[in-house]
């Protein structure tokens, strides 16, 4: 008898809803997934650029390549202001331009007298590299460096030499200066230029010149776990502007197609392609925006008045990091090597607004329900949207691909922000999206969108409500999310 009795609780226990937990497998990934390397790179979201030269001593935008060495001397150079700047932005890498078009070197390259050895600046002893990246590890900041495929001094650009110069000169940049977590590949490619005293025009192939597979293969090597960017990649894309504006929709994907640094497929919407990516598209390739916080990308005096208002940087956050793609902020050191107190400003009152934008999340408060969970396995249950960490998600039952999500309040809760994240590890799964409130005993719908990924941020005119749905209206996979927040936006 007992025995029996044992197996029937046994054969109880089998069939009931704690076996069926232990049993439910996760979902599986639907599409092209991110590496390691883009996970982090994307959870970073906004990240700087310093653009510093030449130019910033001879006010051009892209220098010839025939300025002397000489100009190149920053008065009150400091490393640590600069860093604590953009670490007290909020940012969480800084990406130096170590080498512009104009070919001069921000180190001391083995490869050419063009660099800070033969500047007046800390008598040809200074290695601005050294210094940025020191100081980014000593604040907590990771580090990026841009070197231009294209040398406007180098006498050697345009011929098969030059590709041994470069690469020799990106092998000194990995392999001295610790780790790297982000290497950008310019798409600006030949034209007129100093050319060691040429003064000429070379024009090459942009798309076999560079033999781009070799030098990213080196990257590779040094450093594995640096995201490349690129127009077409490999880890990150341009998002088709300079305006730090990502399209709406934004997706992750892209049919890289015969993309490359500085060319893409032949057709008329060549940039449109990157600005909105490709649902569906043949590889994870998430879209960087690219802005500078003046109209020149390098410091101008004649520019001091015209940086941009911090909410003017506001909406660019709005428009990059809330449509799933990275924002990248230039913010030109001036010709003291220093943040100038005009930028300074503005990015101060653009980390408070999104502080006070974003410290309370109202749903750290409600109720969470879901019309399923997938499995009734609480590892995918719907409290995992606002517990705060993206390594948690709700999902659903592989049928179930147009679920709801409601969040319930004793109180009205007001907002006018929302925020929702996909769990990347397994794909771009959502299409569509609708957002609802509880509104005199029925459900209106407030907002609608299609593409979430990394993180989508929506606007709205102020809502006070006791309970908020959201409905997935389109998705070909049951979806994985990880996280809705409400937030409000004050004036």
Same mark, same amino acid.
């Given at each position: 008898m007992v025995t029996k009795a044992l197996l029937s609780l046994t054969t109880l226990f089998l069939a009931g809803p704690a076996f069926r937990a232990l049993a439910v497998e996760p979902p599986a990934p639907y599409g092209p997934v991110p590496s390691a390397r883009q996970l982090q790179w994307q959870a970073m979201e906004f990240v700087g650029f310093l653009h510093?030269?030449?130019?910033?001593?001879?006010?051009?935008?892209?220098?010839?390549?025939?300025?002397?060495?000489?100009?190149?001397?920053?008065?009150?150079?400091?490393?640590?202001?600069?860093?604590?700047?953009?670490?007290?932005?909020?940012?969480?890498?800084?990406?130096?331009?170590?080498?512009?078009?104009?070919?001069?070197?921000?180190?001391?390259?083995?490869?050419?007298?063009?660099?800070?050895?033969?500047?007046?600046?800390?008598?040809g002893k200074g290695d601005m590299v050294k210094e940025i990246s020191g100081a980014c590890r000593r604040h907590g900041l990771k580090f990026g460096v841009y070197l231009s495929p294209w040398d406007r001094n180098s006498a050697a650009y345009g011929r098969p030499e030059y590709l041994a110069y470069y690469r020799n000169q990106l092998r000194e940049l990995l392999t001295n200066y610790g780790a790297i977590s982000e290497v950008w590949f310019d798409g600006a490619n030949g034209g007129s230029g100093y050319y060691g005293g040429a003064r000429t025009t070379r024009t090459i192939d942009n798309r076999t010149y560079y033999d781009w597979p070799t030098t990213w293969h080196i990257v590779r090597q040094l450093q594995p776990v640096a995201c490349i960017f690129g127009d077409g990649g490999p880890d990150i894309r341009w998002v088709g502007n300079e305006n730090g504006i990502a399209g709406d929709p934004c997706w992750a994907t892209l049919n890289i197609g015969q993309f490359g640094p500085g060319y893409g497929?032949?057709?008329?919407?060549?940039?449109?392609?990157?600005?909105?990516?490709?649902?569906?598209?043949?590889?994870?390739?998430?879209?960087?925006?690219?802005?500078?916080?003046?109209?020149?990308?390098?410091?101008?005096?004649?520019?001091?008045?015209?940086?941009?208002?911090?909410?003017?940087?506001?909406?660019l956050y709005f428009n990059s990091v809330g449509r799933g793609a990275t924002l990248l902020l230039n913010v030109p050191p001036d010709r003291r090597g220093q943040i100038n107190e005009r930028d300074l400003n503005s990015l101060h009152e653009f980390r408070r607004l999104r502080d006070a934008i974003f410290a309370c999340d109202l749903t750290r408060k409600a109720k969470v329900t879901a019309s399923n969970t997938r499995g009734d396995d609480p590892r995918f249950a719907p409290k995992h949207v606002i517990d705060g960490h993206r390594d948690t998600y709700w999902s659903t039952d592989n049928s179930v691909t147009t679920p709801e999500l409601v969040l319930e309040w004793s109180k009205p809760a007001t907002f006018n922000v929302i925020r929702l994240r996909e769990y990347l590890p397994l794909?771009? $799964?959502?299409? %569509?999206? #609708?957002?609802? &409130?509880?509104?005199?005993?029925?459900?209106?719908?407030?907002?609608?969108?299609?593409?979430?990924?990394?993180?989508?941020?929506? $606007?709205?005119? %102020?809502? #006070?409500?006791? &309970?908020?749905?959201?409905?997935?209206?389109?998705?070909?996979?049951?979806?994985?999310?990880?996280?809705?927040?409400?937030?409000?936006?004050?004036?």
């Open positions: 510093l030269t030449v130019n910033t001593f001879t006010d051009k935008e892209w220098g010839e390549g025939d300025e002397s060495e000489s100009v190149f001397n920053p008065t009150d150079f400091n490393a640590d202001q600069i860093v604590c700047a953009a670490r007290d932005a909020g940012m969480k890498e800084l990406i130096l331009t170590c080498k512009h078009h104009d070919g001069f070197c921000l180190w001391p390259s083995q490869f050419t007298e063009h660099s800070v050895r033969k500047s007046p600046w800390k008598h497929p032949p057709g008329n919407d060549y940039a449109g392609r990157l600005n909105s990516g490709n649902r569906c598209g043949t590889n994870w390739l998430p879209a960087e925006c690219d802005v500078s916080i003046r109209p020149g990308w390098f410091y101008h005096p004649s520019e001091d008045d015209k940086v941009k208002a911090p909410r003017q940087l506001l909406d794909g771009q $799964r959502i299409e %569509a999206f #609708a957002l609802d &409130k509880w509104e005199s005993g029925q459900w209106t719908e407030f907002a609608s969108g299609t593409s979430i990924g990394n993180c989508r941020l929506v $606007r709205c005119p %102020a809502i #006070a409500t006791t &309970k908020v749905r959201l409905r997935i209206t389109n998705s070909p996979v049951c979806p994985a999310l990880s996280e809705i927040g409400l937030f409000e936006e004050r004036p």
